[in-house]
């Protein structure tokens, strides 16, 4: 019989297993576990290595341990502040010792009596006697062995880490006798070290020892990470291969006349980036390559050199963005810098004409809308801004050359596929997708690994860095009012942006004007000050902007709608309301609205009063010390994990179980590298079968197609 492969094991059905009835067949279903592949890789969420353990009698107030006891008594009663409290009495042979659990009054259920746990914590003395409060507690059951894992549980299933563990234990026996085909080629698992997998998947449920457990870990891992990496070179390479993109001439006049016209030089970074960009448009393959860049880094610029090289050639070119404000933002940008500069025609007599700049939004209505159509259609407009209206099926362009998406995390693949297919059918566009929130280099390697990736990691001379303050409570929030008075007297403007309620618009909405008024009656009487939402009309919203951006309006309150884009120098306070409301990045993106030119610019973020013992919110912390966006995003990794990265848009990459972006940087790296050397020798993976068929088991049909061809 041959070696068993994650196709073999994702037919085999957990009822198979000894001791799975129907009861806990719907357990184990309640946790997405259905067959032995769900069970094999339903990993131990923690292992308790009873070997560290220590004795009841050995614990110390103040040092972090772990014991392995058992409980004799659990009490439940109701404290002060109603606040429900959990004690109780645990021990081993040693000696007895109390825990103390509050506002989990679960733990009374969760702890009976004779039930063997181990507690991570610190003890200390309370009334002359030493107590754990709120320790890590892991459940053991009887396992027996140096190293117990611990399953993930809910309470929903009902079932239990032991039972898991000798499902587990079970399967890994019943695949042995055939044992597990292993994918990846000999030469590579030699090269970098990896244990074989079988003995990996072993190990990192059962491991004799932590050292087992933790190379077990990195060889799964590995697998995790080649297969994303796999298919995202492939699709590279797919897409590659199958389109043919316009060989764009660089280097002509028109770029030449953007750069005579700008009123600064470009920065090094801006002409290293639009260098790259000028070698990808002149290539015979379409450019797919992602633009990273910190708020304020001139990547405007960039984008429109990119897509004046396709006027230049006589195509078209089409800036795409997440929403109307920021679309108008941007077609106001790039009109300023493209103010001016004409197009050679050899159609005129003059042998130039005007450049046409278009903005097509869902806002564009009537005869408006019905011009830049036929615009488009017929090549005159050179240079189409918008959102998603752009890929809608009723857009016809006469000959799309480049596209940039700016994306913010708001565009998924299956969006830049649709604005690919603009092109004329036979030339795919050349797209350049720019993102203002920097996101670590592996991370990009994984969420953008289909993309080529430039950066621009230098700010336009200049600048004052901006000071960020952090305060809590409506006292200390008296301080950036004050600050915005003080701006405001000295000639300059002000953004206070309203609390971020992602449940709900309107809720947000009516949060706002709540803070609308109360500073227009209170903290900011007698100030130049409007509101600007998201729900309001456009033609008012974008009248409301327009006195701000000609300093008719000293404050303007606003929800996120002003995230991104908005581009006012003269605006040196920003004030965030219920700063810990946003993340990491949405407060460094804000935040860069300010300090757009030299005058010295402050960030206020305002928060509730702290409750006491709790300290600053961390992620509040990292903003005040740093205005670099590339380490806030290591930060931000490192705070919330990967997760929330990779949820965003970016299906089919939940495979990452074991693998972190944050921890495993290196093994990403290799993993991309063994990628790109498998598929650029046997680009269909025809003398890796066992690969490809790995990844069909995982990936889905719908995301990735091209696996699924043939
Ligand atoms: P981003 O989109 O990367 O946040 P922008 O393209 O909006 O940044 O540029 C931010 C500001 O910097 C704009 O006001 C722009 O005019 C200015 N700017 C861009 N490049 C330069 C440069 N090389 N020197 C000076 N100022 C620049
Ligand atoms: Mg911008």
Redesign the pocket.
């Known amino acids: 019989m041959s070696e068993l492969t994650l196709r073999d094991l994702a037919a085999i059905g957990v009822e198979r297993l000894k001791g799975v009835g129907d009861k806990k067949l719907a357990g184990l279903r309640e946790m997405g576990i259905e067959t032995v592949l769900d069970l094999l890789s339903f990993y131990p969420r923690r292992w308790v290595d009873r070997s560290q353990e220590c004795r009841v009698s050995d614990l110390r107030p103040g040092l972090e341990s772990l014991v392995l006891v058992t409980v004799r008594s659990v009490d439940k009663r109701i404290g002060r502040n109603r606040r429900p409290i959990v004690e109780a009495v645990v021990g081993d042979g040693s000696g007895r010792c109390h825990v103390v659990f509050f506002n989990q009054p679960w733990r009374e259920r969760q702890l009976r009596p004779e039930l063997q746990v181990a507690l991570w914590g610190k003890p200390e003395l309370y009334r002359g006697a030493l107590q754990l409060t709120n320790p890590v507690v892991d459940l053991i059951g009887d396992r027996t062995g140096r190293i117990v894992p611990i399953y993930p549980q809910s309470e929903k299933s009902g079932l239990n880490t032991w039972e898991i563990a000798g499902w587990v234990e079970d399967a890994l026996r019943k695949c042995e006798p055939r044992g597990l085909a292993d994918p990846v080629p000999t030469e590579v698992v030699a090269r970098l070290g990896l244990s074989p997998r079988a003995i990996a998947l072993h190990d990192i449920h059962l491991p004799e020892t932590i050292a087992d457990k933790e190379r077990a870990r990195r060889r799964l891992a590995f697998d995790e990470l080649l297969r994303v990496q796999t298919v995202l070179v492939m699709r590279k390479r797919t897409i590659e291969r199958e389109s043919r993109g316009i060989r764009h001439e660089v280097g002509g006049e028109l770029v030449g006349r953007l750069r005579a016209a700008l009123p600064?030089?470009?920065?090094d970074a801006?002409q290293r980036v639009i260098a790259e960009i000028e070698a990808d448009l002149a290539g015979p393959h379409p450019m797919h390559r992602l633009l990273q860049?910190d708020?304020?880094?001139?990547?405007?610029?960039v984008a429109v050199a990119a897509m004046l090289t396709a006027v230049q050639g006589g195509h078209q070119a089409a800036l795409m963005a997440p929403t109307e404000v920021l679309a108008e933002q941007h077609s106001a940008?790039v009109r300023a810098l493209l103010d001016g500069v004409t197009v050679p025609d050899p159609g005129n007599l003059f042998g130039d004409r005007p450049l046409r700049v278009e903005l097509l939004t869902n806002r564009v209505t009537g005869s408006d809308r019905r011009d830049v159509l036929a615009g488009l259609a017929d090549g005159t407009v050179d240079i189409a801004i918008g959102t998603h209206a752009l890929i809608q099926e009723t857009v016809a362009f006469h000959s799309l050359g480049v596209v940039v998406v700016d994306e913010q995390h708001r565009f998924g693949v299956e969006q830049r596929a649709a604005l690919r297919a603009k092109g004329d059918g036979q030339l795919v566009p050349d797209v350049l997708v720019m993102t203002?929130t920097p996101i670590p280099r592996t991370a990009a390697m994984t969420v953008y690994g289909d993309l080529d990736v430039s950066v621009l990691d230098e700010l336009?001379?200049g600048r004052t860095p901006i000071v960020t303050r952090i305060a809590e409570g409506p006292l200390l929030a008296q301080g950036a009012w004050a600050a915005v008075r003080d701006e405001v007297t000295a000639g300059r403007q002000a953004y206070v942006v309203c609390p971020l309620i992602e449940e709900s618009e309107k809720l947000e909405v009516a949060s706002a004007q709540e803070t609308y008024e109360r500073l227009v009656h209170d903290e900011l009487r007698d100030l130049r000050i409007a509101l600007l939402h998201g729900r309001m009309p456009s033609a008012e919203k974008e009248s409301v902007m327009s006195r701000f951006r000609a300093g008719d309006l000293d404050v303007l309150v606003a929800t996120t709608v002003i995230e991104v884009g908005v581009?006012v120098?003269n605006a040196t306070v920003m004030v965030i309301v219920d700063a810990d409301r946003f993340g990491i990045a949405q407060l460094h993106q804000l935040r860069?609205r300010v300090g757009?030119a030299g005058h010295q610019s402050q960030c206020w973020l305002l928060t509730g009063e702290a409750s006491e013992g709790a300290g600053v919110n961390p992620r509040l912390e990292a903003l005040r010390d740093s205005t670099d966006g590339f380490h806030l995003a290591e930060v931000d990794l490192e705070l919330r994990g990967e997760g929330t990265l990779m949820n965003t848009a970016q299906k089919g990459r939940n495979d990452l179980k074991l693998a972190s972006l944050r921890r495993d940087r290196e093994l990403v790296e290799q993993a991309r590298e063994v990628a790109f050397a498998l598929v650029d020798a046997d680009p269909l993976l025809d003398r890796s079968p066992l690969l490809l068929d790995e990844l069909r088991v995982v990936f889905d049909p719908q995301d990735e197609e091209f696996l699924f061809k043939s």
Do not use: H, I, M
């Open positions: 600064y030089p470009l920065t801006q860049g708020v304020g880094a001139g990547k405007t610029v940008g203002a336009p001379p581009d120098p860069g757009r």
